[in-house]
């Protein structure tokens, strides 16, 4: 579904220079509103989750500030003409935690070398935030293993690589974490993966 012909002017003669960031906005809202939500929203990322049924458009998930869920729920209500939007589960914490502060390492293991490198692209495309690192470890890396991790979670990332064939290895920022692992376990289907405790960001 695309904006109604009723748009004003100005707004159709801006279209071909329209921000790039909103390009992908409306035709994200388009693939929703074409009953194809599958891809995150290229803003917000996997943080949002959408479903439209019957003229309802149901958003869910965490935000960051009130101002990203204002700015949300304003796409939501422009692209949904006479539907209705419930966004009662599209929350932001009331006490969000402090960037920068703490930095958290996840270690997940692939039972293909070439299906590692195909994951931190995908989590390097699908992720809001960047990385501050990301490592692919093969087996017998043993010495990348002690550059990487702390000395206590070395003997268990070196097991996992006996059993599989490559780790790959990133450090996020610990706000972030979560939403990092979430990809790393349910998108990529890791067949192992484990959150080392945080550390003082350097």
């Known amino acids: 579904m695309r904006r109604s012909a009723s748009r004003p002017q100005n707004e159709r003669e ?9 390009q992908l906005v409306d035709a994200w809202f388009d693939a929703v509103l074409a009953g194809e939500a599958d891809e995150p929203h290229p803003i917000y990322g996997d943080r949002v989750k959408v479903k439209f049924t019957d003229g309802l458009m149901t958003l869910s998930g965490d ?9 949300l729920l304003g796409q939501a209500r422009q692209r949904i003409g006479n539907g209705a939007v419930d966004a009662s589960n599209l929350r932001v914490p009331e006490r969000p935690e402090q960037r920068g502060v703490l ?3 996840l270690i997940s293991a ?7 490198e195909l994951v931190r692209n995908f989590v390097a ?3 809001r935030r960047k990385p501050k690192l990301q490592e692919i470890v093969q087996s017998g890396d043993v010495d990348r293993l002690r550059q990487l991790l702390p000395e206590a ?28 692992r979430r990809l790393l376990e349910e998108d990529t ?11 003082v960001s350097a």
Do not use: Y
């Not at 801006?14 to 909103?22: I, K, V, Y």
């Not at 935000?63 to 700015?71: A, T």
């Open 103 to 105: 930095d958290q390492t």
């Open 14 to 22: 801006r279209g071909n220079s329209a921000e790039p960031a909103q």
């Open 125 to 127: 495309h699908r992720s």
């Open 189 to 199: 289907r890791s067949t192992w993966t484990i959150a080392v405790p945080p550390q």
């Open 63 to 71: 935000l960051e500030l009130e101002r990203d869920r204002e700015e």
């Open 110 to 116: 692939f039972d293909e070398p070439d299906v590692v």
């Open 153 to 180: 979670f070395v003997q268990e990332a070196q097991k996992a690589l006996e059993k599989h064939k490559a780790l790959l290895i990133l450090r996020v920022d610990e706000t972030d974490a979560f939403d990092f």
